[in-house]
């Protein structure tokens, strides 16, 4: 079983570019979001979706965008890096539901923004 | 303010001694708790979660984690630890009524001796 995947594992990028970090799933997850790790602060919440064509902001949105086409993937976009914005994302899923729903997560995009 | 706090950076244990990594959580009512694994270079691997009930939960790799609703708190513990139990450890909390939204602590790194 694949379960969360994430690509790619690592990417440098200058500031002023942008890029899509990709996240899949084929355990017909309803619920995904993607996560950012920053040293000291834990995993912070950046936009998370119930299902196909609905996403909502989590706890640090800004200078990210989503959208949910199909129920497998939920690609994470930036517009325009900042340095700000050098981090390790982290994709998960999970049922949707209930708050027993286990989450499973990708292993992981490191991200650097020059 | 609602939050989750692992008050613990680093800690440092020899090969074989007990274990006991400090969770607190601040929110009116009880949320679900859950405790992640991240081992080096890899994504977040559940290691145990409470719902509700037995107050002593079980978990994989030997660990276990005791919830103390007068303290707020979900300590995770093991009684001897392994090299390989070298890792970061996050809790993270669910609210029962709410958008299945993890919100993590901030994360405690563990170094084992030999």
């Known amino acids: 079983n694949a379960g969360v995947t994430q690509t790619p594992k690592f990417q440098v990028l200058k500031t002023g570019q942008s890029m899509t970090l990709q996240c899949a799933q084929d355990m017909n997850h309803e619920y995904m979001s993607w996560y950012r790790q920053d040293p000291g602060m834990g995993l912070r919440l950046i936009h998370y979706?119930?299902?196909?064509?609905?996403?909502d902001q989590g706890e640090v949105p800004n200078g990210y965008n989503v959208s949910r086409s199909t129920t497998e993937d939920f690609p994470l976009r930036l517009l325009s890096a900042a340095p700000s914005q050098t981090s390790v994302y982290f994709c998960a899923s999970s049922y949707y539901g209930g708050a027993k729903n286990i989450q499973y997560f990708g292993a992981g995009t490191r991200l650097s923004v020059l | 303010a609602q939050s989750v706090t692992q008050p613990d950076i680093h800690i440092t244990v020899s090969e074989g001694a007990s274990l006991e990594l400090r969770c607190n959580y601040s929110?009116?009512?009880?949320?679900?708790l859950f405790w992640y694994v991240q081992s080096p270079g890899q994504g977040l691997q559940l290691l145990l979660k409470?719902?509700?009930?037995?107050?002593l939960v079980q978990g994989i790799k030997g660990f276990e984690a005791e919830f103390k609703r007068s303290q707020s708190s979900f300590n995770l513990r093991k009684p001897s630890v392994h090299w390989s139990d070298a890792a970061e450890y996050f809790c993270?909390?669910?609210?029962?009524?709410?958008?299945?939204?993890?919100?993590f602590g901030q994360g405690t790194r563990l170094t084992i001796n030999p």
């Open positions: 993270a909390v669910v609210l029962i009524q709410g958008a299945q939204k993890l919100v």
């Open positions: 979706s119930v299902g196909a064509g609905i996403t």
């Open positions: 409470y719902f509700s009930g037995d107050t």
């Open positions: 929110y009116g009512a009880t949320p679900y």
